[in-house]
């Protein structure tokens, strides 16, 4: 069974349409509002805004859902550990909606914004740090870089591992031989990786990367109305619950 890996989901939907920009920043100070608010019915409120979010950018539940598993045994150890020190049962259930709230949220954003969107918004909101002799460009590319390997690294263990199936490699059973499978199929991952790493690092050296001093951009974007509306709006949407729902 191949091994299926999407780091964006299009769509015709408000979300996807939104400037990047914003979903970063608003996706900032929604972690940052999760944290000041302490309320079983303010993190409740934050969790319908998302919600709502993830239900208006029509990216299939099964997206979305994938890391509910691991959020949900979090949350799990969270409430054991609150009821275990004396915290209580809705301190355990504030902290397991935080994680689900900032969970689902980055996967909004992440799956509604292609990977050149994000990449042109990290560097418009970076530029500034040229000016203290950041090299923003080169970490812009790096970031691109990694999330472009996410997917390739995917398809490359569904092939080792659909080579170790028509071996016979997979007929062992139990947790000593699960292990020595896993290792040896990482092991001919991050060899196949090398060779990616070292053709990518050709192709760019022969495309001259580094040499200009300024990196242009094929497509600049700018800001629409809808855009500034949207950040100003979600910008009051929180600083209005933080307001009234912070340290009760």
């Known amino acids: ?61 099964r997206a979305l859902g994938a890391p509910l598993a691991p959020t949900g045994v979090l949350g799990a150890f969270a409430l054991w550990f ?12 504030v902290i397991a909606l935080r994680m689900l709230v900032l969970v689902e949220a980055s996967m909004v954003v992440a799956l509604s914004t292609a990977s050149h969107q994000t990449m042109g918004a990290m560097a418009q909101m970076m530029a500034p740090l ?18 472009a390997f996410i997917p390739a690294i995917a398809v490359e263990i569904s092939r080792v591992r659909c080579a170790h199936v028509s071996r016979g490699a997979e007929q062992a059973r139990g947790l000593r031989a699960g292990l020595s499978r896993w290792g040896s199929t990482f092991s001919s991952v991050f060899v196949g990786l090398f060779g990616r790493a070292d053709s990518l690092a050709r192709a760019m050296d022969a495309r001259a990367y580094g040499a200009a001093d300024e990196r242009s951009a094929l497509n600049v974007v700018k800001a629409r109305p809808c855009d500034a509306a949207a950040l100003c709006l979600g910008l009051a949407a929180m600083a209005a619950v933080v307001l009234v729902f912070s340290g009760r």
Request: aromatic share 8%; charged share 15%; net charge positive.
């Open 130 to 147: 040229r000016k203290v002799g950041v090299p923003v460009d080169d970490i812009v590319v790096t970031l691109s870089l990694a999330l």
């Open 82 to 93: 609150s009821a275990a020190n004396g915290a209580g049962f809705e301190a355990g259930v």
């Open 1 to 61: 069974m191949l091994f299926r890996f999407k780091t964006y989901y299009p769509a015709e939907s408000p979300v996807h349409r939104c400037d990047a920009r914003v979903k970063i920043a608003l996706l900032a100070v929604l972690s940052l509002c999760s944290f000041l608010v302490e309320s079983l019915s303010g993190m409740t409120v934050l969790a319908i805004a998302v919600a709502a979010c993830a239900f208006l950018s029509r990216i299939p539940f």
